[in-house]
């Protein structure tokens, strides 16, 4: 069973950048379908992107264009760089692992990290 570990998370002003991990031990996630989503205070799950065991990308239109997911199969480790960060974007941050496509949906993954807080001050 693969573990997931996220990191990176931090307190970042509004307009800037911040780059999170997604570490997997225990299995290799180059076969795993990999997603980020976002928990924010009081709100269900939200989908952020996902990338397929192909590569083939999927991202939610409230960050398309500023997130960017990518995947380093010698560390065994998936990325989101996050640019131009908004206060809107403040919430603890999830990777996931599963087996189909680059899914917008939680179900669609069985592996999941403790999540990292990502806060974007005004």
């Known amino acids: 069973q693969v573990q997931l570990e996220e990191s990176g998370g931090g307190l970042v002003q509004a307009g800037g950048s911040l780059r999170l991990s997604c570490a997997g031990s225990g299995r290799t996630l180059s076969t795993y379908a990999m997603g980020w989503f976002r928990r924010a205070p009081g709100k269900e799950h939200e989908f952020v992107g996902a990338?397929?065991?192909?590569?083939?990308?999927n991202y939610a239109d409230s960050v398309k264009g500023r997130f960017t997911i990518s995947r380093d199969n010698a560390k065994n480790t998936v990325y989101l760089q996050m640019s131009s960060l908004k206060p809107a974007d403040t919430a603890v941050y999830y990777c996931?692992?599963?087996?189909?496509?680059?899914?917008?949906?939680?179900?669609?993954?069985?592996?999941w990290g403790q999540g990292t807080q990502v806060t974007v001050s005004s």
């Open positions: 996931a692992a599963g087996s189909r496509s680059a899914s917008t949906q939680t179900s669609a993954y069985a592996h």
């Open positions: 990338i397929s065991w192909r590569g083939n990308t």
